[in-house]
Nanobody, 123 residues
Framework: EVQLVESGGGLVQAGGSLRLSCAAS????????IGWFRQAPGKEREGVSC????????YYADSVKGRFTISSDNAKNTMYLQMNSLKPEDTAVYYC????????????????WGQGTQVTVSS
């Protein structure tokens, strides 16, 4: 059974940084697709950043390009989202997701999800 557990969320001032982690169990980083999504109050869940190992592609939402970096440590079965220059509009619950094969950075493409971690950016 695949389980994903996020950590690293919290309250930060605008301009600050956070690093989210997502520890995976029961999941193999082989032909993998991993991603980070977020959902703000009253809004739909959106793809923030995703990686497809099958073609080496990485996706970033326009709103986070140049500020966020997705990565993974396959030996530790962990994925990360480094978030710099945070803005109040980044406030949301952040979710990690995982699957296999080639996946678009859309929530319906992923079957395995973490429980979410709150990120709040104060102005």
């Amino acid at each position: 059974e695949v389980q994903l557990v996020e950590s690293g969320g919290g309250l930060v001032q605008a301009g600050g940084s956070l690093r989210l982690s997502c520890a995976a169990s029961g999941y193999t980083f082989d032909d993998y697709a991993i991603g980070w999504f977020r959902q703000a109050p009253g809004k739909e869940r959106e793809g923030v950043s995703c990686i497809n190992s099958s073609d080496g592609s990485t996706y970033y939402a326009d709103s986070v390009k140049g500020r966020f970096t997705i990565s993974s440590d396959n030996a530790k079965n962990t994925m990360y989202l480094q978030m710099n220059s945070l803005k109040p509009e980044d406030t949301a619950v952040y979710y990690c997701a995982a699957d296999w094969g080639l996946r678009a950075c859309r929530d319906y493409e992923y079957d395995y999800w973490g429980q979410g971690t709150q990120v709040t950016v104060s102005s």
